[in-house]
């Protein structure tokens, strides 16, 4: 049976979860392929030892590939592979960032953001610099509405909003200050410098591979800062020395993400990726705009997301009417967040451009046939 015939017995819908999300089919495919015998180990990548060369290779892979698709390849920095997700994340940044007697500055643009400032304020001194919390979490703060703290030890940004459907379209001027992102939902879907960021973190189960795996990507220079008291598996610098191999990675989402990480670089990389998704997301607004108030976009245009679509109906009975009959289409996870509501269309870099074409015809047929 060859792979066509295969696919034709396989049953696979648009997935626009937020995460987690769709996986490249040419990447499961390959998993598929490797599951019982990894390279001829006669053992799946979930039984050989993280501490085989095999595993090694992997790894060694993943984080090359990484830095070579972040345009960081020959700069000075480190991917480590953690666990805990992004919520660890907002732990681990102040405890080994913050000491006493500094502030971190925080900029609130969603839920997630403000997550990581509560968490961070349990650890040290906290200055919110700019929220749009007010208005809704609709929008980006301008570079002139960023109010720093005097010598802040770091400024922490989360660059795409999920929930909210907003994303920075610029990466704020913080002077000599260490800047810090949360990335989970927009990595490496774009080029952007990321030399700008001393440290920036990304779960992966939205554009890097499945759950269980978060890369932590830090500046060299920044390990220098880790205090020596803090317990060692809270500790970046242990865990660069150890190249990610402290206590036992979560082996088969670090293969799954090196074959992510290949898969970008044969669509081209992110200048490819980026056209790629900048037209994907293109379909699904044009749909809203044109729907003449039938659709409601929850983000301000210029702060749109293109990772993350938000809108509403005119009322919840449609909405729950939208979600049943995109169902019957193939279209799913199209609900939107309980503190949003609506509509969210999750157009992550594996959403194919057909799963966005067939969703904003899907959304003009039913514009067209329910619009008063």
């Given amino acids: 049976m060859n792979r066509e015939e295969v696919l034709l017995l396989i049953h696979r819908v648009y997935n626009f979860n937020p995460g987690p999300a769709t996986l490249p089919l040419p990447v ?9 015998d990894y390279r001829g180990t006669g053992m799946s990548v979930m039984e050989i030892s993280h501490r085989s060369s095999d595993f090694e290779e992997i790894i ?3 984080e090359a590939s990484f830095l070579e698709l972040a345009g960081l390849n020959n700069r000075d920095y480190r991917v480590l592979f953690l666990q805990g997700g992004a919520s660890l994340q907002f732990m681990m940044v102040p405890y080994n960032f913050l000491p006493d007697g500094k502030t971190a ?5 969603g839920i997630f953001a403000e997550k990581a400032q509560k968490e ?16 809704g979490y609709r929008s980006i703060p301008r570079q002139k509405d960023l109010s720093f703290s005097p010598d802040p030890a770091y400024v922490h940004l989360t660059t795409n909003n999920t929930i909210y459907g907003t994303q920075w379209k610029y990466i704020p001027d913080c002077g000599d200050v260490p800047l810090v992102a949360d990335m989970s939902s927009d990595i490496l879907s774009r080029e952007i410098d990321l030399t700008k960021f001393s ?7 939205k554009n890097l591979g499945p759950a269980g795996v978060t890369a932590v990507v830090i500046r060299k220079s920044m390990l220098e800062r880790v205090p020596e008291n803090i317990p060692n598996i809270f ?5 660069a020395e150890s190249g990610s191999l402290y206590n036992t990675p979560p082996c088969f989402p670090i293969y799954i993400l090196q074959l992510v990480m290949e898969w970008l670089k044969d669509q081209g990389g992110l200048k490819a990726i980026e056209i790629l998704n900048e037209k994907k997301a293109l379909l699904i607004y044009e749909a809203i705009d044109r729907s003449e108030n039938f659709y409601r ?19 919840e009975k449609m909405e729950k009417l939208f979600l049943e009959e995109a169902a019957k289409e193939g279209l799913m996870g199209l609900k939107g967040h309980r503190s949003v509501g609506g509509i969210r269309a999750s157009i992550y870099n594996a959403m194919p451009l057909e799963g966005c074409e067939t969703l904003a015809q899907f959304m003009e047929d039913f514009c067209n046939k329910h619009k008063a």
Avoid at 28 to 36: D, F, V, Y
Avoid at 105 to 109: A, K, R, V
């Fill in 235 to 239: 500790s970046y610098k242990v865990h």
């Fill in 297 to 315: 976009g929850h983000a301000q245009k210029e702060c749109r997301s293109t990772m993350n679509i938000t809108f509403r109906l005119p009322d």
């Fill in 199 to 205: 440290l920036f973190y990304a779960g992966a189960q």
């Fill in 120 to 135: 961070a304020s349990r650890i040290g001194k906290t200055h919110i610099a700019a929220s749009t919390k007010d208005t």
């Fill in 28 to 36: 499961l495919e390959k998993a598929r392929e490797e599951l019982l």
């Fill in 105 to 109: 500055d925080y900029i609130e643009t």
């Fill in 60 to 62: 060694t892979s993943a």
